[in-house]
């Protein structure tokens, strides 16, 4: 069975500073590998997806995430985080016999001023 | 820009209560889901569903659960006789196609069984 891990349960960083979420999963094949973003009262939003081709993947808002297969991972970066950036951050992977993405538990993201 | 409304954004029930959480998915989609999260757990999946019937579904949506797309526009999770452990907020989702287009997410409806 598939499964998604962020090891991460809180990241603080300064506004302006860099960012990396990590991911990463477990399936045998390979997967299907989303990004997405709960601001407070908000619904999930998605920020990228990597199906195939090209391992740097770019998304809304800023957001990149890199698939490593080597590593099982799908890191989440952004160069320069803003305080609208506070929010919940979930990765998630689904495979090719099942559409339905296996979501990790969230990093919740803290941006000081 | 068009989005996928529910309502309550809050139920309280008491244990043993039915209760229907409702759904407004994004009106040219296909597929609709139900998700639900427990405080401080995981989003978990429980159920798809096009062309009006169930297409796949989790361990979790056991004979307690159904769901009912009544009209062209709603899309509603039935909880049979609620137990606490029910408690946690449950989103709905709708994408024009399967896998390959973006699951558009509403606010949830957060459920407390007392």
């Known amino acids: 069975a598939q499964s998604v891990t962020q090891p991460d349960i809180h990241i603080t960083v300064s506004e302006g500073a860099s960012l990396e979420l990590r991911c990463n999963y477990s399936?045998?094949?390979?997967?299907?590998l989303f990004w997405y973003v709960q601001s407070p009262g908000q619904g999930l939003q998605l920020l990228l997806k990597y199906f195939s081709g090209d391992t740097l993947v770019q998304g809304i808002k800023g957001f990149e995430a890199e698939f490593k297969r080597s590593q099982s991972s799908f890191n989440l970066r952004k160069p320069s985080v803003h305080w609208s950036d506070a929010a919940e951050y979930f990765c998630?992977?689904?495979?090719?016999?099942?559409?339905?993405?296996?979501f990790g538990r969230g990093t919740s993201l803290i941006v000081h001023p | 820009e068009p989005e996928v409304t529910q309502t309550p954004s809050h139920q309280v029930t008491q244990m043993g209560q039915e209760v229907i959480l409702r759904c407004v998915p994004i009106s040219n989609h296909l597929y609709f889901y139900w998700y639900r999260q427990i405080l401080g757990q995981k989003v978990e999946f429980l159920v798809s569903f096009y062309n009006n019937e169930i297409s796949e579904k989790s361990e979790i949506f056991d004979d307690q659960f159904s769901v009912e797309r009544p009209d062209g526009s709603n899309f509603t999770l039935k909880i049979r006789s609620t137990k606490l452990e029910d408690s946690a907020m449950y989103f709905c989702?709708?994408?024009?196609?399967?896998?390959?287009?973006?699951?558009?997410f509403g606010p949830g409806t957060r459920l407390t069984v007392t």
């Open positions: 989702a709708s994408s024009v196609g399967s896998l390959s287009y973006e699951q558009y």
């Open positions: 399936y045998g094949a390979t997967p299907y």
């Open positions: 998630a992977v689904a495979s090719g016999g099942s559409y339905i993405p296996t």
